[in-house]
């Protein structure tokens, strides 16, 4: 289908949905180590959880998964969730939060528009912890496009952040 239509220019994603198998553990992570706030628990089967107050940024539900081992990495389904951070110096502390709680990361990137930290959540669902770049800075090719890469993040330098 070729009409030329474009998703409207402020069109944005509002909130990502999780299955997870054990909702305390899901929310020890994103609202315990993460910091996001619960805004509304359903008893054991759901939570939903923001920043800043919003109505929810992230679902989580145990409806269909309760129990349920994490979905195999070779298989279709979400690769990750990424959050933006609102600047260099929200991700060094999140960086220092994760390293001091010995959380394991999966990965550090920079990718040119973005920074990026890696992790799993404890269902095995990835995350991606970024901040992008001012859009004035990021890289493009000769002609005019966006020219992203994946280079190791100087996590020194993005440490630097919290001197």
């Known amino acids: 289908m070729e009409d030329n239509y474009k998703v409207p220019e402020k069109t944005r994603i509002g909130h990502v949905h999780l299955k997870v ?14 910091g996001f706030e619960i805004i509304q628990r359903l008893g054991d089967q759901a939570a939903f959880i923001s920043a800043g107050g919003y109505h929810h940024h ?3 539900n145990t409806w ?30 999140i960086f220092k939060r994760l390293q001091e ?5 999966t990965g550090a990137a920079d990718h040119g528009v973005s920074e990026a930290l890696y992790l799993d959540d404890p269902d095995g669902n990835g995350v991606e912890l970024y901040v992008d770049r001012p859009k004035d800075e990021w890289p493009k090719t000769e002609d005019g496009e966006i020219d992203m890469y994946t280079r190791r993040l100087d996590i020194n330098d993005l440490m630097s952040e919290l001197d």
């Open 21 to 34: 198998s054990d909702l305390d553990k899901s929310l020890d992570f994103y609202h315990g180590l993460l």
């Open 58 to 60: 992230i679902g989580l």
């Open 64 to 93: 269909q998964s309760k129990g349920a081992p994490p979905a195999p990495k070779h298989s279709t389904g979400l690769f990750h969730t990424a959050i933006v951070y609102p600047d260099r110096k929200s991700l060094a502390q």
């Open 101 to 105: 709680a010995n959380y394991p990361f």
